[in-house]
């Protein structure tokens, strides 16, 4: 038994420092991804929610180079650029795409100049790095606070407009027709998007921002058609996944002779595509014993909601 | 600024463009800016699985882009596509964190394969970047037809017995044909802004599908030649002025056609 437990557990798990960061840190942040995130799914905002995460970066790039606390500018700039999505019209379908792109085209000039001028000045070494793959191992608690405080923030503001948000992502024009300011709705929602990823890109890096936003999302999408299921199924894959990530990654180090260890965003995004995957197999299997009327629920590839 | 290596740059800079013009014309007409970003910067991972390997870099690049489009293409037959494509970068990328842990890699060469290194091409890099620049040119004519028609109306497209699966695939592929050539020269984050900026500006302009395709050769033609000289000058990173030029080309081409617009209403039309 004990066997078992420490071939799971490699001794000093639970011990270390930086396992409880990651652990604490990790949980949050996938919970505020994972509700966040059936929204960016179910709005068809997947774009829009990864560029974030790189506009984010162009903003902590940018603090890093005039020596600013780097939450600033990874949330500031994040908050800029969905400001922006939405002026150019993230709103409307036929734009939502170009709008996007051409902000993230923008913000990675922007990054290539901050990057360029952070190593030539020699303020930092491994700076791209860090501001583009980001480590959860290197966060420190002094974050925590912050982290916390901004999830907290962003949940809040799904939270407020929690009603007027699902009418207005399921059909804009009932919403409109009953009064709900979709626009406004739009853009509370945008904002909560735009804080959520940016914290999570500085906690976690922007490789995960992306894989816990949308992963959890989609799989827990496709296990339930309720929207109140599908955020709890969410939140339990998402944070499920990073511990598990972060178990394997801290694991790896003792695989094999060379002590290397594997990078914990690998292990993480690994989980959650599979259990992508499996959630898939789930619905493959209930739409062949479902009867053809329930058939039509899931919107085909490409189609807009 | 033409002499010797600044004359390579020259050279595979335009034909960077002229692809980028091409086939982001099709990326703007489909709205697949998405998969238009993710394949050059899953292809990334490709890269960094050379560098460790020991193998070409363009190797690497050419394997993981069309790994990229495969994955991007057929998770999206059975999901949504925009999660697809989410799903997929973060796979890639994941995968290229696990590689760079395992090298030694510096990070001057980790920044010129995200940013481009314009003035790191060299002369032998010329002829596999203009073969395969032509590869990916051929096969937008090839399939440029029934392209063209579901991506303006897919209903029709589909009557007519076009799969858009199938051509789906087949513009992905493109995509990543487009990223094998340009990512050494403008780097994995930058020929996404050259494929969107310059093709919206020249779809703002014109509505005409040929004259749009030139348009958007001409205007990224243009970004880059510029933003090589302003990087030659300065000395600051080409991708900056790529990043920079791409949006500021798009606020003109909305300009344009708003002031258009308002002048038609104007007029009465």
């Known amino acids: 038994m004990h066997q078992v437990y420490t071939a799971v557990f490699e001794p000093g798990f639970f011990g270390s420092p930086q396992v409880h960061v990651a652990i604490t840190i990790g949980g949050v942040v996938a919970i505020v991804c994972a509700v966040v995130g059936v929204f960016t799914v179910m709005r068809g905002q997947s774009f829009a929610g990864h560029s974030l995460g790189d506009v984010s970066a162009a903003g902590g790039s940018g603090a890093l180079l005039i020596g600013l606390n780097p939450v600033a500018g990874f949330v500031g700039l994040g908050v800029v650029g969905a400001a922006v999505m939405d002026m150019i019209g993230i709103q409307r379908l036929r734009g939502r795409d170009l709008a996007t792109g051409i902000v993230l085209g923008a913000a990675i000039g922007l990054s290539a100049l901050f990057l360029y001028l952070t190593a030539t000045t020699g303020a930092t070494t491994g700076a791209t790095q860090q501001v583009l793959f980001g480590s959860i191992f290197t966060t420190t608690s002094a974050t925590i606070g912050v982290v916390a405080a901004l999830g907290g923030l962003a949940l809040a503001g799904v939270v407020m407009v929690y009603r007027p948000l699902l009418l207005a992502t399921i059909s804009p024009d009932v919403a409109a027709a009953r009064g709900v300011p979709v626009r406004l709705v739009g853009m509370i929602y945008m904002l909560a998007l735009a804080v959520s990823v940016g914290l999570s890109s500085i906690a976690i890096g922007a490789i995960l921002s992306t894989a816990l936003l949308i992963g959890p999302a989609a799989a827990a999408l496709r296990l339930t058609s309720r929207v109140g299921w599908a955020l709890g199924v969410a939140c339990v894959i998402g944070v499920l996944a990073t511990w598990l990530g972060v178990l394997l990654a801290y694991d790896s180090y003792y695989w094999g002779s060379a002590h290397l260890g594997l990078p914990v965003s690998f292990f993480i995004v690994a989980v959650i595509f599979v259990t992508y995957l499996a959630s898939g197999a789930v619905t493959a299997r209930s739409a062949r014993t479902a009867r053809p009327a329930e058939l039509v629920k899931v919107p085909a590839a490409g189609t807009e909601v | ?269």
Request: charged fraction near 10%; include cysteine.
């Open chain 2, 1 to 269: 600024m033409f002499t010797g290596f600044m004359m390579d740059a020259w050279i595979t800079a335009t034909i960077v463009a002229v692809v980028a013009g091409v086939v982001g014309y099709f990326v703007v007409l489909r709205g697949s800016a998405f998969p238009a970003h993710a394949i050059p910067k899953g292809a990334f991972a490709g890269a960094a699985a050379a560098s460790l390997l020991g193998i070409s870099t363009l190797v690497g690049l050419a394997v993981f882009s069309l790994l990229g489009a495969v994955g991007i293409g057929s998770l999206s037959r059975r999901g949504r596509n925009d999660v697809a494509t989410a799903l997929a970068l973060v796979l890639m990328l994941a995968l290229g964190a696990a590689f760079l842990s395992r090298t030694t890699e510096y990070e001057p060469e980790i920044y010129s394969l995200l940013f481009g290194e314009i003035l790191g091409v060299s002369s032998s890099a010329i002829l596999p970047v203009a073969g395969l620049a032509v590869v990916c040119i051929a096969a937008v004519a090839i399939i440029y037809r029934p392209l063209l028609l579901s991506s303006i109306v897919p209903d029709i497209a589909e009557a007519r017995g076009i799969r858009s699966a199938r051509i789906d695939m087949c513009f992905l592929l493109v995509v990543a044909l487009a990223t094998a050539v340009a990512v050494p020269v403008v780097g994995a984050l930058l020929i996404f802004s050259l494929m969107i900026g310059p093709p919206a500006a020249a779809r703002a302009l014109t509505s005409r599908p040929v004259l749009a395709m030139v348009l958007a050769v001409v205007i990224a033609l243009i970004t880059v030649w510029a933003a090589i000289a302003l990087s030659y000058q300065y000395n600051w990173p080409i991708g900056f002025f790529v990043g920079a030029l791409g949006a500021v080309s798009y606020a003109i081409g909305r300009g344009w056609s708003a002031w258009q617009g308002s002048v038609t209403a104007r007029q009465g039309v």
